[in-house]
């Protein structure tokens, strides 16, 4: 995830270029030919263009929308993330004595190693170093390493002799994480289904495709143009829609959750005193120029 990053309308533009191609060149040799050619003739009304945008106008509000919903709910549970393993740590500082300062400390860094395993998992990438070595050195199960690693949270928890009450608010800070990494791998393993993607291309195509014989062809070149433009433009939001909907795809517009990490591991180490403290890069928000 490149949060510092503008996003360039050049790569965007990548990801629907065979698109944009095969519209422009129908729309230039249509375009030509219902001016000049054998297609002069053909008029369709454009009362019909203009149901079948209405349509798909529709279609592309829902699917935009519920991409984006899908996108800031998994950053609503980031941030609950952040917060959680905050809490989690104060409570263990405060709950377990101070001769059993190492036993904060394991939380801690167990805690700090959850985070960016949760994220690499969801990006389906290699573990990084840190989470590698922790892995390796706790022989940890490598099916789903956040959840192992949570039950190593939960066993340590049985553990420590500070009393039911206390045992119970730290559990239930755990419960939180652990539903906040059942929400995130929900959202990673619900496909939005291919079925309406497909309609919203076809009808597209349609719209593309009937759109040249509505219009007039006084102007060869405005033909074309308008032709070509409409379709471009629904076609880049629902490829903006596609982008959104699976905010756990190590792309550009996807959850920030390495840096999100890293901050939970700079506040961790501050809560236990730990001056090893990683290097963060200041947020900027990213947008598309």
């Given at each position: 995830?490149?949060?510092?990053?503008?996003?360039?309308i050049f790569t965007?533009?990548?990801q629907?270029?065979?698109d944009?191609?095969?519209?422009?060149?129908?729309?230039?040799?249509?375009?030509?030919?219902?001016?000049?050619?054998f297609?002069?003739?053909?008029?369709?009304?454009?009362a019909?263009?203009?149901?079948?945008g209405?349509?798909?106008?529709?279609?592309?509000?829902?699917?935009?929308?519920?991409?984006y919903?899908?996108w800031?709910?998994?950053r609503?549970?980031?941030g609950?993330?952040?917060n959680?393993?905050r809490?989690?740590?104060?409570?263990?500082?405060?709950?377990?004595?101070?001769?059993d300062?190492?036993?904060?400390?394991?939380?801690?860094?167990?805690?700090?190693?959850?985070?960016?395993?949760?994220g690499?998992?969801?990006?389906?990438?290699?573990?990084?170093k840190?989470?590698?070595?922790?892995?390796?050195?706790h022989?940890i199960?490598k099916?789903?390493?956040?959840?192992?690693?949570?039950?190593?949270?939960?066993?340590?928890?049985?553990?420590?002799d500070?009393?039911?009450?206390?045992?119970v608010q730290?559990?239930?800070?755990?419960?939180?994480?652990?539903?906040?990494?059942?929400?995130?791998?929900?959202i990673?393993?619900?496909?939005?289904p291919?079925?309406?993607?497909?309609?919203?291309?076809?009808?597209?195509?349609?719209?593309?495709?009937?759109?040249?014989?509505?219009?007039?062809?006084?102007?060869?070149?405005?033909?074309?143009?308008?032709?070509?433009l409409?379709?471009?433009?629904?076609i880049?939001?629902?490829?903006?829609?596609?982008?959104?909907?699976?905010?756990?795809?190590?792309?550009?517009?996807?959850?920030?959750?390495?840096?999100?990490?890293?901050?939970?591991?700079?506040?961790i180490?501050?809560?236990?005193?730990?001056?090893d403290?990683?290097?963060?890069e200041?947020?900027?928000?990213?947008?598309?120029?």
């Open positions: 995830m490149l949060l510092n990053k503008k996003i360039s965007f533009l990548k629907i270029k065979f944009i191609t095969a519209i422009l060149i129908y729309a230039i040799v249509v375009g030509i030919a219902d001016q000049y050619g297609l002069s003739k053909i008029e369709i009304p454009i019909v263009s203009a149901i079948i209405t349509a798909l106008s529709l279609l592309l509000a829902f699917r935009t929308a519920q991409a919903e899908r800031w709910e998994a609503i549970i980031w609950a993330i952040v959680d393993s809490t989690l740590i104060r409570q263990v500082k405060q709950f377990v004595p101070k001769k300062a190492d036993v904060v400390k394991e939380f801690a860094y167990r805690q700090i190693v959850w985070c960016y395993a949760l690499e998992t969801l990006r389906k990438l290699s573990y990084s840190k989470v590698y070595d922790y892995v390796k050195e022989k199960p099916n789903n390493v956040p959840n192992s690693i949570m039950n190593q949270h939960g066993a340590a928890l049985s553990k420590l500070i009393g039911d009450f206390k045992q730290i559990d239930s800070t755990l419960s939180r994480l652990c539903d906040a990494m059942g929400k995130c791998e929900r990673k393993n619900t496909v939005f291919k079925s309406y993607s497909l309609l919203v291309h076809f009808l597209i195509y349609v719209f593309a495709t009937l759109l040249p014989f509505g219009l007039k062809d006084e102007y060869v070149l405005v033909e074309i143009f308008l032709t070509a409409i379709p471009i433009i629904f880049a939001i629902e490829r903006t829609a596609i982008i959104l909907q699976d905010p756990f795809e190590n792309v550009t517009t996807d959850i920030p959750m390495t840096t999100l990490a890293t901050t939970i591991e700079i506040n180490k501050e809560l236990i005193g730990d001056d403290l990683p290097f963060q200041k947020p900027k928000t990213f947008y598309i120029m």
